[in-house]
């Protein structure tokens, strides 16, 4: 059995196979798996999210820059959105 998504392989992926993920935002996971938006957008999403709903995979926003976002300020970002950013840094 292959291990794609395993071990060295992975280092050799642009940031290592890591980033925040576009649907659930969490930070530092592994973004493996391709999802493709009604707009025909694709997004690299965390495994948890390879399985979220059309909605879910609607309303994630597509960061042109890494976040700095952490787990605390996820809710206001959800609620949010991309336009305005809840915390200055
Ligand atoms: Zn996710």
Redesign the pocket.
Known sequence: MAKNNRGKSLYKLPTKARGT?P??L?TR?KLLYTVKKADGIQLQ??K??SKASTERIEAAIVPTAPLAYRRKHKAAFHRYGAKQPPVAF
């Open positions: 993920c649907v659930c969490a996971i999403v965390c948890r999210c």
